[in-house]
């Protein structure tokens, strides 16, 4: 055995895994003092973190599986990061129709006040009920649905509040390295020694680190007895969730929350201005989570449901763009996959130096997630006990009130007359107050264009700042180009990428 005592450590905590729960670590410890080294084999968001419903939500469904504490917790962080992230995360209004064949309008409604009241102090406007033929929100619904309800939660830029968070996490002084595998880790009584793989290079590099953070999602369970090699009573279901897109299918801002005779409900919200995105199915998934995709009978689905309440019809000929992820629910052995808690379970292993894997998790709940595996290893780890500080310190551009979105837009167009009003705003609602770092007032300035309104400027930008290293990180996850470049324009901006990266080794 090795002699770990006069050895010099690299990094107090190593993180395995670039989603949501892995960033949103390594931003509250770093913050706190650790030296954090995360590393993602893929993208940053490039899995579950970028393929969600994007809602920041108690999830009022849960409320029928009776899980007051999740529920409570996620409703409170709605409001936490509606602050933290004013930029990127927003309140929605949502419509809910009644019908007479599903849940009693007297369980709907006594579910929103439940929902109303789960969380003290709550900003947003309640429920309030609704008569279809008389509110605009009627219009696109078919005649059968008279009443239903409008209630509060919040939507998210999913894999830019991942993005945030590991650029807060740099910004305190973490290192975040991505195409970078954790290959294997051998635990020692007070270190861990980790070999980690470039895949770019296919260098191997060493580094030690005092714990492990195993926040790798759907990998979590194979990682853990794999390569972290420990033993453990806890798994995860894999459940498989798939959305489609399809040209916008109503004006008004609301999103609709349609229930279905297996009870499922599915959401119709309003989507990168012109759009309208559909989901999520929940599919028991037992193969690979490197490759899921959505399946045909699924698309059909969410056409079905959409199609239950619509005047306007879809079908899968409308569909612009789709995409799929899976769930790493922790195991309680339900029998349905949409019985299956969405709560999270921490599994601390202090047999050796420290491993904790997370089990579960949604993205409205990371930050809280976060601060409860920091708290689980300050007593073994006491860089960490420093104070709690991410509830009230915002993400990168978010320094901004809520209520001054718009001022923001003005500000950016007073520096930048040349910006149309909507460019000015998707960069607000990406970059807040960093828009400022490369929009400047020469339009010039911008450089190449390559097609909707992205120019070299935002691209390099994304390069430098936000780790993009190929074409899908850009229009598919630091952005949403992909609805509008056409297939010559993807192809100039990926040669230009290639170019950059090649100019940069
Ligand atoms: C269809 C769907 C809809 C959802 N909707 C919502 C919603 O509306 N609101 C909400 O709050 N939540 C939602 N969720 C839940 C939420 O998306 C997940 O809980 C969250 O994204 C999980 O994040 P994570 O960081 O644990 O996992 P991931 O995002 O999957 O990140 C894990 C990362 O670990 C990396 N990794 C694995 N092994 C290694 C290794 N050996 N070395 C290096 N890296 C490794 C992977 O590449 C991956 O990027 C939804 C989930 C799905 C699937």
Same mark, same amino acid.
């Not at 729960?21 to 770093?30: E, F, K, L, V």
């Not at 306007?312 to 995409?323: E, G, I, N, R, T």
């Given at each position: 055995?090795?002699?770990?005592?006069?050895?010099?450590?690299?990094?107090?905590?190593?993180?395995?895994?670039?989603?949501?729960? @892995?960033?949103?670590?390594?931003?509250?410890?770093?913050? #706190?003092?650790? %030296?954090?080294? *995360?590393? $993602?084999?893929?993208? &940053?968001?490039?899995?579950?973190?970028?393929?969600?419903?994007?809602?920041?939500?108690? @999830?009022?469904?849960?409320?029928?599986?009776?899980?007051? #504490?999740?529920? %409570?917790?996620? *409703?409170? $962080?709605?409001?936490? &990061?509606?602050?933290?992230?004013p930029h990127i995360i927003w309140p929605m209004r949502f419509i809910l129709p009644h019908s007479t064949m599903l849940r009693p309008a007297w369980l709907l409604r006594a579910g929103l006040f439940i929902y109303d009241h789960l969380c003290m102090g709550m900003t947003l406007p309640k429920t309030r009920r609704i008569n279809f033929r008389k509110d605009p929100t009627g219009g696109i619904l078919q005649r059968q649905y008279v009443k239903g309800f409008e209630y509060s939660d919040g939507w998210v830029q999913d894999s830019r509040l991942v993005v945030l968070n590991a650029m807060s996490a740099r910004e305190h002084g973490a290192t975040i390295r991505t195409r970078s595998r954790l290959l294997a880790a051998e635990r020692f009584d007070d270190y861990w020694e980790a070999r980690i793989e470039d895949s770019a290079t296919g260098a191997v590099t060493k580094v030690t680190a005092r714990a492990i953070v195993n926040a790798a999602g759907p990998w979590v369970t194979d990682l853990l007895h794999g390569e972290l090699s420990v033993s453990s009573r806890n798994s995860t279901r894999l459940v498989k969730g798939s959305h489609i897109v399809v040209p916008k299918l109503f004006d008004t801002p609301q999103a609709y929350i349609l229930q279905n005779p297996d009870k499922r409900i599915v959401f119709a919200v309003p989507y990168e201005r012109d759009f309208t995105l559909i989901g999520t199915t929940d599919v028991n998934w037992d193969k690979s989570a490197d490759h899921v995709a959505i399946d045909d009978a699924e698309v059909t689905y969410l056409c079905e449901s959409v199609n239950r309440y619509f005047?306007?019809?879809?079908?899968?000929?409308?569909?612009?763009?789709?995409?799929?992820?899976?769930?790493?629910?922790?195991?309680?052995?339900?029998?349905?996959?949409?019985?299956?808690?969405?709560?999270?379970?921490?599994?601390?292993?202090?047999?050796?130096?420290?491993?904790?894997?997370?089990?579960?998790?949604?993205?409205?709940?990371?930050?809280?997630?976060?601060?409860?595996?920091?708290?689980?290893?300050?007593?073994?780890?006491?860089?960490?006990?420093?104070?709690?500080?991410?509830?009230?310190?915002?993400?990168?551009?978010?320094?901004?009130?809520?209520?001054?979105?718009?001022?923001?837009?003005?500000?950016?167009?007073?520096?930048?007359?040349?910006?149309?009003?909507?460019?000015?705003?998707?960069?607000?609602?990406?970059?807040?107050?960093?828009?400022?770092?490369?929009?400047?007032?020469?339009?010039?300035?911008?450089?190449?264009?390559?097609?909707?309104?992205?120019?070299?400027?935002?691209?390099?930008?994304?390069?430098s700042e936000e780790w993009a290293r190929s074409v899908d990180d850009i229009i598919w996850r630091r952005g949403k180009f992909g609805l509008r470049l056409k297939q010559d324009e993807v192809s100039q901006l990926a040669a230009y990428i290639d170019g950059k990266l090649a100019a940069n080794a």
């Open positions: 055995m090795k002699e770990p005592s006069n050895m010099p450590l690299n990094y107090d905590l190593l993180i395995i895994g670039g989603g949501i729960n @892995g960033t949103g670590i390594a931003r509250d410890a770093a913050g #706190r003092g650790a %030296r954090v080294l *995360l590393v $993602e084999k893929d993208d &940053l968001a490039g899995h579950t973190s970028s393929a969600s419903t994007k809602l920041i939500h108690g @999830g009022l469904r849960y409320l029928e599986y009776y899980e007051f #504490r999740l529920v %409570r917790e996620a *409703l409170m $962080e709605r409001e936490n &990061l509606l602050r933290i992230a005047n306007k019809s879809v079908s899968p000929k409308d569909v612009v763009w789709q995409y799929a992820g899976v769930r790493a629910l922790f195991d309680d052995h339900a029998g349905s996959a949409s019985a299956v808690t969405r709560d999270y379970k921490l599994d601390l292993d202090v047999e050796k130096a420290p491993v904790i894997s997370i089990f579960g998790g949604k993205i409205t709940t990371y930050r809280k997630l976060a601060e409860h595996v920091i708290e689980k290893l300050a007593p073994h780890l006491p860089v960490l006990s420093a104070e709690s500080w991410t509830s009230h310190a915002v993400l990168p551009g978010g320094d901004f009130a809520r209520a001054e979105f718009d001022r923001q837009v003005a500000a950016l167009i007073k520096k930048a007359p040349y910006l149309t009003p909507e460019t000015a705003w998707r960069l607000v609602r990406n970059y807040g107050t960093r828009a400022r770092n490369f929009v400047t007032s020469r339009k010039e300035a911008l450089g190449q264009h390559f097609g909707a309104d992205l120019f070299q400027a935002e691209v390099d930008y994304l390069i």
